[in-house]
């Protein structure tokens, strides 16, 4: 599998992805410059999220199962944020012309893709308080081990190229983001 592109043909599998592409498709219709800022595997430290649930998961289950076949961008909400707002300090600054010809869909996620299982394994070893894991074992599982209301999509991974080189923006590596993200979370 290769990383989706803003130009690929989005294939929504649920309700909430085909609301966000009714959403996009309604944002080109009005008209004019746009930028539509695409993310994937969006987590904060401050909001319950996947990585919070791991660390409670380690902290009280003997065992974790946690699906390998879900791949996608873990991106951490401050990265975005600030990716996001050196994209929009170079629009304003641009002219007319170059925003008309910039205008669109930018993928903006963390750099890299890993499984949900991969994941929670750098979770868990970046963890600032391994001491008080329980868990005795972290085991692979599908997603069809598990009942959701929502169906997911395998592969999630996003190509964030023309983003970084359209703005010129600094983005990491999910994994650096998640170290950085688990230790400022410590900090406060």
Not at 14 to 30: D, F, M, P, R, S
């Amino acid at each position: 599998d290769r990383p989706y592109r803003e130009n690929d043909k989005a294939a929504p599998i649920n309700i909430y992805g085909k609301t966000k592409l009714e959403g996009e498709h309604a944002i080109q219709e009005v008209g004019g410059e746009y930028y539509i800022f695409r993310t994937s595997w969006l987590y904060s430290t401050r909001r319950p999220c996947f990585v919070s649930k791991v660390l409670g998961w380690a902290r009280t289950q003997d065992i974790l199962r946690i699906v390998s076949d879900q791949i996608g961008s873990p991106t951490w909400a401050r990265t975005l944020a600030e990716a996001t707002a050196q994209a929009v300090a170079r629009i304003i600054d641009r002219d007319k012309s170059w925003r008309r010809t910039t205008s669109g869909i930018y993928h903006t996620a963390g750099i890299g893709s890993a499984s949900r299982f991969e994941w929670a394994q750098q979770i868990l070893t970046l963890d600032p308080h391994p001491e008080e894991h329980i868990f005795a074992q972290l085991q692979e599982a599908s997603s069809t081990d598990f009942q959701t209301v929502a169906e997911r999509p395998a592969y999630s991974v996003l190509d964030c190229s023309r983003f970084q080189n359209t703005f010129d923006a600094f983005y990491v590596s999910w994994n650096e983001a998640l170290e950085q993200a688990l230790s400022a979370s410590e900090s406060r």
